[in-house]
């Protein structure tokens, strides 16, 4: 600790105090959902890699989301909202081209009659909660910071247009505090990003929820982010920790993945394990990828030859080092923003806090248009009460399963009223958790009013 210029100490091993989800009540089954959508057996379930996908009805939006999830956290941790400086949310789903979602948030704060609260919403893509989560490190870590904590939330509902798509969207929010002496410490050194401009997922009708995208480009652009990033965060953590020759074995215990859909992390995984390849050809576990030693980088992300042997080549990394990040993925779907910290709240849940002591957990963010990074946390104490406070698999299993048919009329439902005024929702209130907020009604000025559901 050293001094700050207003009277604080600098603070040390800041990262993720705390975590909470939230997720919806109801959920569509996805081999249910291929016989509904006349499609063959297999296509969402082991073509996507998915089981479950959540979704919601015109009771809940983003901020409905961020404020169950704030609310809910701060009753589980007990946390006092006087002690809370910063709060930052990452989303894409805007209701309001001006007003933020943390401001929604801060009639939360009211009673704590706490107003000096930084930070406001950050957007692009799926990237805006890694955003939200690196400002509210480096607030913490700054001359700035005045010894009070901060909340990064993350957060989106992800609806598609009926048809190939629809099967990837999803909906869930997390929020995680950020202080000093946490569990999970965010690793100074080892960050590595990739940005660019490209038009492959985005939104540029904001009459409609449904987004633009261009699938191909959309599957390149991930794979060259994880190519960008990982060869970044190997340099790094050579240069760190003194490693010779990092490697995915070695450069860090766990890995987490922006999850879109499951079979995207597999093929993200691969993509790192021909990266390993391409820095030392020679290692005698490559003996099968020899014919790819001379392929251009940029005809590599489309060879399916190529994908195909390193899936093979990296499953036991997969099993090991990424399957236990992937319970929330695949029973909830992509929540763009909160997906890569569902995968962190999922690893969490499923490895003991006492195999995670002392661990590297590595993290890959991506963002279409496009934004990534990687960047790590290493867990310096228990992380027991965080995983008992999440129960992700206990809340998961207490959820209500809808038959397609409903689902797709709460997909026409959604789209009929979206940006709707003078609108009053028609869902059911029976179909929230106890202690879920959502949207009470809508006035003609668009001004939207917030209701919660009893806890009990």
Do not use: E, M
């Given at each position: 600790m050293t001094p700050n210029g207003n009277g604080t100490t600098r603070p040390s091993d800041v990262g993720i105090l705390g975590i909470e989800v939230y997720f919806p009540r109801r959920y569509v089954d996805q081999a249910e959902l291929e016989q509904f959508d006349g499609v063959s057996t297999?296509?969402?379930?082991?073509?996507?890699?998915?089981?479950?996908m959540a979704f919601t009805d015109d009771r809940e939006d983003i901020a409905s989301f961020c404020l169950s999830a704030v609310q809910n956290f701060m009753e589980k941790y007990q946390v006092d909202y006087q002690s809370i400086g910063r709060l930052e949310v990452g989303t894409e789903t805007i209701v309001d081209k001006s007003k933020?979602?943390?401001s929604v948030l801060m009639q939360l704060f009211r009673d704590s009659g706490n107003y000096n609260v930084e930070g406001i919403d950050t957007t692009n893509a799926c990237y805006g909660g890694t955003s939200a989560l690196f400002n509210a490190v480096q607030w913490v870590e700054?001359?700035?910071?005045?010894?009070?904590l901060a909340l990064a939330v993350a957060?989106?509902?992800?609806?598609?247009?009926?048809g190939n798509a629809r099967p990837s969207g999803g909906a869930g929010a997390v929020v995680m505090l950020v202080g000093p002496n946490a569990p999970l410490v965010m690793e100074p050194g080892l960050r590595s990003t990739h940005m660019e401009h490209l038009y492959d997922f985005y939104k540029p009708d904001l009459s409609s929820e449904f987004p633009e995208v261009d699938g191909p480009l959309s599957v390149v652009s991930y794979v060259r982010s994880v190519d960008e990033c990982y060869r970044g965060f190997l340099n790094n953590v050579e240069?760190?920790?003194?490693?010779?020759?990092?490697?995915?074995?070695?450069?860090?215990?766990?890995?987490?993945?922006?999850?879109?859909?499951t079979k995207q992390v597999v093929k993200g995984l691969a993509r790192m394990g021909y990266v390993d390849f391409t820095r030392q050809p020679d290692a005698p576990e490559y003996a099968a990828a020899q014919a790819f030693r001379d392929v251009e980088t940029s005809a590599s992300y489309t060879l399916k030859e190529i994908e195909k042997t390193f899936?093979?080549?990296?499953?036991?990394?997969?099993?090991?080092?990424?399957?236990?990040?992937?319970?929330?993925?695949?029973?909830?779907?992509?929540?763009?923003?909160?997906?890569l910290y569902f995968g962190l709240a999922s690893l969490l849940s499923e490895v003991p806090s006492t195999e995670l002591q002392g661990r590297r957990i590595a993290l890959f963010s991506y963002g279409s248009g496009s934004a990534a990074s990687m960047f790590s946390f290493r867990?310096?104490?228990?992380?027991?009460?965080?995983?008992?406070?999440l129960a992700l698999r206990e809340r998961l299993d207490s959820r209500t399963k809808v038959a397609p048919e409903t689902f797709d009329q709460i997909m026409s439902l959604r789209e009929s009223t979206h940006q709707l005024r003078d609108y009053t929702p028609t869902g059911s209130l029976d179909n929230l958790f106890p202690g879920t907020y959502y949207l009470e009604n809508v006035d003609g000025k668009f001004r939207r009013q917030y209701q919660r559901t009893p806890l009990n």
């Open positions: 297999g296509k969402y379930t082991i073509g996507l890699g998915q089981s479950k933020s979602t943390k700054s001359s700035h910071w005045d010894g009070r957060a989106d509902i992800a609806v598609y247009a009926k240069r760190v920790d003194g490693v010779k020759q990092a490697t995915l074995a070695n450069a860090a215990d766990y890995y987490v993945f922006h999850s879109p859909y899936v093979g080549l990296t499953k036991p990394l997969l099993t090991n080092k990424v399957a236990p990040s992937l319970l929330a993925a695949r029973d909830i779907g992509n929540s763009y923003c909160a997906s867990v310096r104490s228990s992380t027991d009460q965080l995983a008992q406070h």
